[in-house]
């Protein structure tokens, strides 16, 4: 979908959700295979809001930038609860996920699978961001975290190494495993 949503609800019902660019501030509802994907326009920016409650088998509630859809560009959030229920996990492969001074952000955990070319970051100036799950790089390069706005991660990070980026500070108070890893 290119365009805008907001404000209602969307019940996938066992369906997927596809956006490529534009501001989607809904709700988003289904279990047992309702996924949104992200993707399909490196130079897009998906501003994403609401209360993403849909949940996938797999646990992956949310993919941004998979082969599937193509890259993304940047997913902005709007709200804490856009990623996904914490049952759910979310998963960037090409593409920048922009916390956007969001606190709490509610995701369980998040795959950075696409190296270099997968991004956390917050890119508010005026807000801290904060996420407390885990982080798995998936021993796939140095996905990139950080952003011009200050970002805090609680949770553990695993797999592998991570770069930072931006003038913003990243802080890092849960366990670390991550090899190479300078924070």
């Known amino acids: 979908y290119r ?29 047992g295979g309702s996924r949104l994907w992200i993707g399909g326009d490196a130079g897009a920016t998906v501003n994403l809001g609401g209360i993403n409650a849909s949940t996938f088998s797999d646990t992956n509630s949310t993919i941004i930038g998979h082969p599937t859809t193509g890259a993304a560009g940047n997913v902005v959030l709007q709200s804490a609860t856009a990623l996904g229920p914490s049952s759910q996990n979310a998963q960037v492969f090409t593409g920048t996920l922009d916390l956007n001074g969001q606190t709490g952000v509610g995701i369980g955990g998040l795959l950075m699978a696409g190296a270099s070319a997968s991004k956390l970051v917050n890119g508010n100036t005026s807000a801290a961001a904060t996420f407390a799950g885990t982080i798995n ?4 390069g140095s996905p990139e975290i950080g952003g011009a706005g200050d970002l805090t991660h609680g949770g553990a990070v695993s797999n592998g190494a991570v770069g930072e980026t931006g003038a913003g500070a ?3 108070a849960g366990g670390n495993t991550a090899a190479g890893d300078g924070g």
């Open 3 to 31: 365009g805008s949503i907001v404000n209602g609800t969307i019940d996938l019902n066992g369906h997927n959700a596809y956006l490529q660019n534009g501001t989607f501030t809904m709700n988003l509802t289904g279990g």
């Open 137 to 140: 790089l998936n021993n796939n």
């Open 170 to 172: 990243v802080t890092r």
